[in-house]
């Protein structure tokens, strides 16, 4: 009997963003969950990695270090992995420090939106669930809701009150999606397009920008992913063979925050393969 593939999870997020767990905690869940290889992959920092490789190395678990920088593309999310980058690379950390900063006083302005027609929240209170070096995002207005008692759960907050369409919604600075494509290769690192096709997203992704994204450097796209049904994974997998983009899948984990489930989306062996052979980068993977 051949052995079991090895479960691998490229696309999780911890307390470092917008997950409800730390970086050890997230590690201790994976493995848990009978994952084997675990991708870190919070929104715009890498400030998490140095707590889940002690942790990944402890637990027996292999990490994949990532990041996930949110572009904007003719007014649509556009959420881009990136994995196996340098972190020290000049051109790439200052992007995600000014998208740190643009999140931050972002969140303050849809506040007082919010508090201005009467919903029951304060900035006070959501700076409260960011955890120190976090990422600030809408999340932690979600969870300033669930800690005073308004919501039970995040899922409420974005329906109502967080969603791109909502009238207290405030953008952000985002890179357009092929300069961060090219920020990511020039950082040594191998850039994935999360769900490009989510039905969830404000505005529709298209196969020109996905063409663009490649001749830039784009390595693939992450096709099984909860928020694609089955036209969309069949979408997804039919461009990347037209393309030659590997095809990854992930649960986009974020503990209790999303009802996603470490695990539930995975990628192939022959697929993380192929990230590492593209990464040039100085971090490599953390082997178990």
Known sequence: MSPAAPVIDLHTHSSVSDGTQTPTELVAAAAGAGVDVLAITDHDTVAGWPEATAAARRLGVTLVRGIEISCTWRHTSVHLLGYLTDPQHEGLTAELARARESRATRLERMVELMTADGVPVSYDEVLAQVAPGATPGRPHIADALIANGTIAHR??????????????????????????????????????????????????????????????????????????????????????????????????????????????????????????????????????
């Open 155 to 288: 899922d409420e907050a974005f329906r109502d009150w967080l969603g791109d369409d909502s009238p207290y919604y405030v953008g952000h600075y985002a890179p357009d999606p092929v300069r961060a494509v090219g920020l990511i290769r020039a950082a040594g690192g191998v850039p994935v397009i999360a769900h490009p096709f989510t039905r969830t997203r404000a505005g529709v992704l298209d196969d020109a920008l996905v063409e663009a994204m490649h001749d830039a450097g784009l390595v693939g796209l992450e096709a099984h992913h909860r928020d694609h049904g089955p036209a969309e994974v069949a979408r997804a997998v039919s461009l990347a063979d037209r393309l030659g983009l590997v095809v990854t899948g992930s649960s986009d984990y974020h503990g209790a925050g999303k009802r996603n489930r470490l695990g539930e989306n995975t990628t192939t062996p022959e697929a993380l393969a192929a990230i590492e052979a593209a990464s040039s980068g100085t971090t490599a993977v953390v082997r178990s």
